[in-house]
């Protein structure tokens, strides 16, 4: 993840982590890359779910998904935890602030 944050990817790093499912999902991979059946097994949660979670993990650069082909030849897609470090308080907020993409204000 990049050093600076815009203010609109704070927002969607912070909506990303504030889900308990996508936060086990990052505990489990600080431990060890898996596959998405694996990871869906492992939650009891079912694979098209767990594919959203996934989408708005990755969608916020926190994980990283490739496919790969096992020795059989079934395609699998494998998703890795990327580095990322977050330090949240009010001078980061007051740097993004300005960047901050605000639609349909109402005032």
């Known amino acids: 993840m990049k050093d600076i944050l815009s203010g609109d ?6 909506e990303a982590l504030s889900n308990p499912f ?8 600080h431990q ?3 596959y998405v059946s694996q990871l869906a097994r492992e939650l009891g949660i079912s694979r ?3 594919y959203l979670h996934l989408q ?18 079934k395609a699998m897609k494998f998703y890795e935890l990327s580095s990322f470090s977050i ?15 605000i639609k349909n204000r109402k005032e």
């Open 9 to 14: 990817q704070l927002l969607i790093t912070l």
């Open 22 to 29: 996508r936060l086990k999902i990052i505990a489990i991979l």
């Open 32 to 34: 060890e890359r898996q």
């Open 48 to 50: 098209p779910l767990l």
């Open 56 to 73: 708005k993990l990755e969608n916020a650069q926190l994980i990283k998904g490739h496919h790969e082909i096992s020795k059989n030849g």
């Open 87 to 101: 330090t949240l308080d009010e001078h980061l907020i007051a740097n993004v602030a300005d960047s901050l993409t």
